[in-house]
């Protein structure tokens, strides 16, 4: 019995005649087998078609057929590994398992043969995706594993393999999440050469200047720069890559020829690697669908290699890998810039998906917003305050569109549309935690609430009161991001319909789809960006007023500007709607009576308002959104807009009532018009809203020059429209502008052809046409520090055979060289250089414009030294860059006519039907970028405050009133005592997340908001009192039951006390080669902690050792398995960035009593976990 016991598992470890046993070895040339699969949460599919193997008409692949053949063939041999990366695709699966599989997975992971890496919900995009988005889709996927399996499975490895190029943010992140590496497989064609003859594509990366060594990253740039297998060895069903036959009685034996054609490949690789060990990525998209065909070939070939002797394969993992790759104790060249752009070819950079599919962009940018400011009203409100809905399924639709082929434009049509479909409902449920969260902090003078959305057979229902129809929501909506009403749904409640049929008014849902009836239940408007709202608009038309309500998810005071759609009077029949709008400004409503309006606060104070005409782009707009079908009730189309300036309270609410009023009323809303100015002449017009705005001055109609603080910074200042003409690529292979690429061949400027201004006392503004399908508006409100440009897009012109990407340019007299600065994922400035890279010498010939593009997920800047630094914020990802001294470009529109053979597979032709080659007009698509001016030495503080106001819009609530009465008199917000006016937090740190979470916990984040040195004095290390933020942020009621609170990793899934990273030596800069002669020409481009490092290197003779001695050194020395087992153990200063810099980081009301003090340096982020009791504790609220 024993005998045959021993021989059951010697076979079982031998996988019958196959040996695969092997592991790592000293003194040999060791081969890392890495099983994988990368699968894309979209891209040609849908990620449903994609997990279930449908539609396989574009594409073989089932992500659940994936799942299923990896833990079968991992179950029959213990020897045999494999990783997964995409929390969307596993979570999917895992659901859909039975005990026995769970079992099974979890024996693995036990085990060792199946681990996580990354571990996000997606791979998220690195240009275009918010800093805020890309911590929330890895908190989704962390979370997951963590609640599935524990925290000892989530990722100790990052594993960004396919986004298209990559950020320094992302890198900072990855030590953050605890991750010991990163690796990746795109990087430039002309870097990666370089870089593989001074066998530098595995590095160290210090991500954040700000964090100085405290979260570098070992970083892996795989040298095939990309992530599949080596050439020949793809046994994926359907490949034409030879099988292993070992077979020696039949005719087709090549096991010689398989092992000496693998060994080549692995030498090629040790060329070009630091060390003894080499590891091998098997697998690619959507491989492993039969898992048997790919591991019963492994097993042969770790058997027969290892046989022959020349090489160690064995089966492994990055973990493994990064052992032994830290045991070498050796120093790693220095990284300090980032990824981008990214080119794979001449004539080849991914410059274009910086902006391609603006409109979705834009849209999920927006919903981004909208889920931090949902979530913090459902902490304070509590998860079940929605009778069921929460803000979870928003959070799925935000993280899913992270992916590195979502944001960015590059899925095939239909792909786009699903995203974008999620989204929608995942805001149409959010919706109903808004309402349901602001409801409590609303009271009435009549007592009545406002309504809390009640089951699910009410809710979520699109009514033509909405303006709109859902099928269309995401192709119409241009997501301004510092538009009015940043709202998602019309949503609708059997109660609150009962209770309005109980009174004597209106039932809802009038004649005509008029939601008037509803007067006890407050609404939102998706699309107020385009002048269309049901609840203002025929409220106003029938003369009854309305409320608003706007929440601020700052936690500081601040201003915000309103311009909410009304109706002017009461209007002629058969002129509401797309009809007159077709016809332009010279075809105003023939309005019976004019009526005034009123704006007045909680306290019943008149605010400051001005009534302004819609504009000729935004009737466009309408009529477009008409004709197909995104507005389907014409009453709720504006043909006016009220502006005013609301003061918010941080974490707070303010209420305003608009009502009728007499024309002797002083306070009455102004009204102003449109009037024309002539267009190439030169009469001068100056523009000047007063206190902090900025003066203007136009020439012609055109912008000419600003100045803000009466002078004291005054520049020349353009603001211009240039298209671009795409390249159609050519039979002799050369590519043409697609939805990745951007390769321009010729552009041209666009005259101005008319121009009108506006004036009142509340914002002034100027209208721009440049030619029917573009229009730019350029605007300033009283006392706001910051210009407004508004842009109008599309559709663009197709019908001539020539695609065209269109730029905003500004220009200016600032002299700034060659020099200016793009930020990080919304987090640190980057300076850029133009025709210029860090660390190799470019060769950029024939392509200027596309390979100077960077992305602009938040900001651009240009300086001059001592005189004003001009930055363009923008409200969605964008490319943008300076080509001229002065000057700066930002990419807002593309549509082209040609697939740039990047694997999509189709042109980027979106149209307003969210179809191609349909018969439908073009995408229009609207946008804002707010400028500001200001010296140098002071702008990062107005570009940082500015970044968050388009980042952080107010959540926007309507109240139609029943009648011409007073609805219910003054309202009385519950957060406007004067104690809730003071800000949360200090000027530089921002209340990142407040998270419900469920299962009685919250998650809370803080982030410092900015780098080392960009502000004398906010670029301090701020100390904050986190349980003071807890009791603002939830409330005195939910405050009193906080039991706990602990310090997490950055994704919120580990205790930062069980936090251990690797520690890296780093070498020499890759910024400072010798043979990068323009170095020297440049000033202060170089990052000065790079230089410093290799400097302190450079005296010791190690700064850039011969690759033989290295490893003689190393393996000479000590074991190093042995220095790989020890280096698993903690070791001073092996922490996370806050831990190691701040001491304890937990504790509970009980032990820290009122305080719990927390620093934060510059660019830092902190998380806690909130541990909530179901009754309330005995805490301080004061």
């Known amino acids: ?235 994926d069903w359907g490949q034409h890559d030879p099988q292993i036959q070992d077979d020696e009685r039949l005719h087709d034996h090549n096991v010689d020829n398989r092992v000496d054609a693998f060994v080549k490949q692995c030498d090629a690789l040790f060329n070009v690697t630091r060390g003894n060990d080499i590891m091998l990525t098997m697998g690619t998209d959507f491989t492993y669908a039969n898992a048997h065909v790919w591991y019963k070939n492994l097993d042969k070939l770790i058997h027969y290699v290892n046989k022959d002797g020349r090489l160690n ?79 979870d399924a928003l959070w799925e639709a935000v993280s899913l569109a992270q992916h590195h082929d979502a944001v960015t434009g590059t899925a095939k049509q239909h792909v786009a549309d699903d995203y974008n479909q999620r989204i929608a409902a995942g805001m149409a449920e959010a919706g109903r935690v808004v309402l349901a969260a602001l409801g409590p902090l609303v009271e009435l003078r009549r007592g009545t609430m406002l309504s809390v959305p009640g089951g699910d057979d009410g809710v979520n229902k699109m009514s033509d009161s909405t303006g709109r129809n859902e099928r269309h929501v995401i192709d119409r909506h241009p997501s301004a991001a510092m538009g009015d009403g940043q709202s998602v749904e019309n949503i609708t409640s059997p109660e609150s319909i009962s209770h309005a049929d109980s009174t004597s008014t209106p039932t809802c849902g009038g004649s005509g789809g008029s939601s008037l009836g509803c007067y006890n239940e407050w609404l939102l408007c998706p699309l107020a960006n385009i002048s269309v709202c049901a609840p203002t608009v025929e409220s106003t038309r029938a003369g009854t007023g ?65 009534l302004l005409p819609i504009s000729d782009a935004t009737r466009r707009l309408q009529a477009a959104a008409s004709a197909d079908g995104t507005v389907v009730s014409r009453s709720a189309i504006a043909d006016a807009e009220l502006a005013f300036s609301v003061d918010l309270p941080p974490l707070g609410l303010s209420i305003f009532d ?31 809203s007063g206190g902090a705005a900025p003066m203007l001055q136009f020439s012609g109609g055109r912008l000419q020059r600003a100045a803000v603080r009466g002078g004291a910074v005054d520049v020349k200042l353009d603001a211009g429209i240039m298209v671009y003409n795409s390249s159609a690529g050519g039979s002799d292979g050369s590519i043409p502008s697609g939805a990745y690429i951007f390769r321009p061949n010729g552009s041209e400027f666009l005259n101005l052809e008319a121009a009108a201004v506006v004036k009142g006392p509340v914002l002034n503004e100027v209208r721009s046409s440049f030619h029917p399908w573009v229009q730019l508006t350029v605007r300033t409100w009283t006392n706001a520090p910051h210009i407004e440009v508004e842009w109008t897009i599309g559709p663009i012109p197709f019908d001539d055979g020539f695609g065209r990407e269109v730029v905003v340019q500004y220009g200016t007299d600032l002299n700034t060289t060659t020099e200016f600065s793009t930020d990080s994922n919304g987090r640190e400035m980057l300076e850029r250089v133009r025709d210029f890279r860090p660390t190799w010498k470019l060769n950029n010939t024939g392509d200027a414009a596309s390979s100077n593009y960077y992305p602009l997920t938040t900001a651009i800047e240009i300086a001059e030294p001592g005189r004003a630094a001009l930055a363009v914020l923008v409200d969605r990802a964008q490319g943008g860059t300076s080509l001229q001294s002065g000057q700066v470009e930002v990419m807002i529109h593309r549509r082209v006519l040609h697939d740039d053979w990047r694997g999509v597979g189709e042109p980027l032709n979106e149209t307003a039907c969210g179809c191609r080659d349909c018969g439908c007009d073009g995408l229009i698509v609207r946008g804002t970028h707010l400028l500001t001016l200001e010296e140098p030495a002071k702008a990062a503080e107005i570009r940082r405050r500015t970044q968050q106001e388009v980042c952080d819009a107010p959540l926007v609530a309507y109240l139609p009133h029943a009648s011409t009465r007073r609805w219910g ?99 020499a800069s890759l910024s400072a080669a010798e043979d990068l002669d323009a170095q020297d020409q440049i000033t202060g481009v170089v990052d000065a902690r790079a230089g410093n490092a290799s400097a302190d290197r450079t005296d010791t003779g190690k700064s850039q050792p011969g690759v033989q001695g290295l490893v003689a050194d190393v393996f000479d020395a000590e074991d190093p398995i042995a220095a790989a087992k020890d280096a698993d153990e903690p070791q001073a200063g092996d922490v996370g960035l806050a831990a190691e810099r701040h001491g304890p980081v937990g504790c509970s009301p009980s032990l820290c009593g009122q305080e719990l003090r927390a620093k934060l340096g510059p660019m830092e982020i902190r998380t806690w976990a909130v541990t909530l009791g179901k009754h309330s504790v005995a805490v301080s609220t004061s």
Not at 561 to 575: C, T
Not at 660 to 683: I, M, N
Request: net charge neutral; proline share 4%; aromatic share 10%.
């Open 546 to 610: 309305f409320t608003v309500a706007v929440y601020n998810p700052l936690a500081r005071a601040r201003t915000h500007h309103l311009r909410i759609p009304i109706s002017v009077g009461a209007v002629e029949e058969g002129k509401v709607g797309a009809d007159e709008a077709n016809v332009g400004a010279e075809a105003q409503r023939k309005v019976k009576s004019r009526r005034l309006w009123t704006v007045q606060d909680h306290l019943g104070t008149p605010a400051k308002a001005q």
């Open 313 to 391: 394969v064995f089966y492994s993992s990055p973990q493994a890998y990064v052992r032994a790759k830290h045991a070498y104790k050796a120093e790693w060249p220095l990284k300090t810039d980032d990824f981008f752009p990214y080119a794979d070819c001449p004539h080849c950079y991914w410059t274009g998906y910086f902006t391609s599919r603006p409109a979705a962009k834009g849209y999920i940018r927006h919903a981004s917003a909208y889920l931090q400011a949902a979530r913090q009203l459902e902490a304070q409100a509590g998860r079940g305050a929605a009778k069921g809905a929460n803000t």
């Open 969 to 1067: 008199g003054a309202a009385t917000a519950t957060t406007q005592d004067e104690s809730r006016k003071e800000d949360v937090l200090p000027d530089n740190v921002h209340l990142l997340t407040f998270q419900d979470v469920g299962n009685d916990e919250l998650l809370l984040r803080l982030a410092h908001l900015y780098q080392a040195g960009e502000d004398p004095e906010l670029s301090k290390e701020v100390e904050v009192d986190v349980m003071a933020v807890l009791r603002r942020a939830l409330g005195p009621r939910r405050y009193r039951t906080v039991r706990g609170i602990e310090e997490r990793s950055l994704s919120g899934a580990l205790p930062l006390k069980d936090v251990s990273r690797l520690k890296w030596k780093a070498g």
């Open 1 to 235: 019995m024993l005998i045959l016991v021993a021989w059951s598992a010697q076979a079982r470890a031998s996988s019958g005649r196959y040996n695969t046993s092997a592991t790592r070895l000293r003194g040999a040339r060791n081969v890392h087998l890495v099983q994988h699969t990368h699968d894309d949460p979209g891209w040609l599919k849908t990620v449903d078609q994609y997990h279930y193997g449908s539609n396989n008409s574009i594409q073989v692949a089932g992500v659940q057929y994936i799942l299923d053949s990896v833990m079968s063939s991992l179950d029959r041999h213990p020897d045999r590994t494999f990783i997964f990366a995409e929390m969307a695709f596993f979570s999917r699966w895992w659901r859909e398992q039975d005990r026995a599989m769970r079992s099974l997975v979890r024996r693995l992971i036990k085990g060792g043969q199946l681990s996580f890496v990354n571990g996000g919900y997606v791979q998220n995009d690195e240009a275009a995706s918010y800093y805020v988005a890309m911590i929330d889709q890895t908190t989704l996927g962390h979370r997951f594993l963590k609640d599935m399996f524990g925290g000892d499975v989530v990722p100790r490895v990052g594993w960004q393999i396919d986004p298209f190029g990559h950020s320094s943010t992302q890198a900072a992140f990855s030590a953050l999440y605890g991750y010991d590496v990163q690796f990746f497989g795109r990087a430039d064609y002309q870097d990666m050469k370089r870089r593989k003859e001074r066998k530098e594509m595995e590095m160290l990366w210090r991500g954040a200047a700000s964090f100085g060594d405290a979260a570098d990253v070992l970083t892996g740039n795989f040298a095939s720069g990309n992530y599949g297998p080596p050439p020949g060895f793809n046994w």
């Open 658 to 688: 608009i009502q009728t009023t007499s024309e002797s009323d002083p306070t009455a809303a102004e009204h102003t018009e449109a009037a024309s100015l002539a267009v190439g002449h030169d009469s001068m017009m100056r523009l000047d």
